[in-house]
């Protein structure tokens, strides 16, 4: 992907090198351990790291040359979202489109959905209208998920600013609504419907980049149903010796999310994206 010399978003909030602690107080094995359980089991393991010592204040060590560089990028992707959803609400839904603040924190940090850490992963909190990022996920998804590539990373922010958009279209609100009124495997088949859908518009942020920017290079979306099928459900099932079973599934198989992010990509349109009613998914 050509980001370098590219406009960057304004819409980052750096809570990096603010001091802080570490979310610590494990061994090494055992913090280990308990990463691999929220990376792969899709299990919020943020409670274990706190009562063993951790911490939900920002913080995690010094800003290195790595990370301000991760910054950098991840604010022109920010941009290119801001860029192609501000063309396209307009256009395809009629209305203007208000981009979401990105956080980018190392360590820990505090959302008022809940503590923010290397094992929670990256997630959009619909209650302040932000995303939350510890780039280090980066280094997670290409060393121990097979995900390789800029663009892999870049799907990772365009798929939580997905979620934005469909928090802006009352999807994300109405979906979670019903989520709490249904059994835990319903809950977790509207959880799929919803992270499918946000696949999709990835794919549409993705085509519209190409067009827009011309900053897509050759393999980059070859990375990014890469991606998309290293965190499918089933595979992440399969990587940490689990069967996949398919009533626990709150993402997606691997399939499944290529196939919605490919759907995107192709027709650039909202519409398309509509998993909610979709026979197949």
């Known amino acids: 992907m050509k980001w370098r010399g590219r406009r960057g978003s304004r819409n980052i909030e750096d809570r990096r090198g603010r001091g802080g602690a570490k979310a610590g ?4 094995i055992g913090l280990l351990a308990l990463l691999a359980i929220g990376y792969f089991m899709g299990v919020d393991v943020t409670p274990l790291l706190q009562d063993a010592g951790g911490s939900s204040r920002s913080g995690g060590g010094e800003v290195t040359a790595a990370d301000q560089k991760a910054g950098e990028f991840v604010s022109v992707v920010l941009a290119d979202t ?9 256009k395809q839904l009629g209305q203007s489109y208000q981009p979401p603040v990105l956080v980018l924190f190392k360590g820990a940090t505090a959302s008022p959905c809940g503590g923010a850490n290397g094992a929670s992963g990256p997630f959009y ?18 060393r121990r998920m097979g995900a390789h590539g800029d663009f892999a990373a870049a799907y990772v922010v365009a798929h939580e600013v997905a979620h934005h958009v469909q928090n802006q279209m009352g999807i ?9 009124t249904v059994s835990q495997e319903d ?24 067009q827009k920017f011309g900053s897509i290079e050759p393999g980059d979306i070859a990375e990014a149903l890469n991606a998309a099928k290293q965190i499918g459900d089933d595979t992440l099932q399969r990587n940490a ?7 626990t599934f709150t993402h997606g198989t691997s399939e499944q999310r290529q196939r919605w992010f490919a ?6 349109d909202i519409n398309a994206c509509n998993t909610f009613e979709a026979q197949r998914l």
């Not at 801001?82 to 307009?90: S, T």
């Not at 759907?263 to 650039?268: D, M, Q, V």
Request: hydrophobic share 35%.
């Open 25 to 28: 107080g494990i061994g090494g």
């Open 82 to 90: 801001e860029a192609v959803w501000g063309e396209l609400f307009p």
């Open 125 to 142: 909190c619909p209650a302040d209208k932000k995303a939350y990022l510890d780039t280090d996920f980066f280094t997670t998804m290409e």
């Open 172 to 180: 994300l609100g109405q979906a979670n609504k019903i989520r709490q």
């Open 187 to 210: 809950s977790n088949q509207i959880s799929v419907r919803i992270e499918l859908q946000a696949d999709c518009f990835s794919g549409i942020w993705a085509a519209r980049v190409e």
């Open 241 to 247: 010796g689990r069967r996949p079973m398919p009533h």
């Open 263 to 268: 759907i995107g990509y192709k027709t650039g």
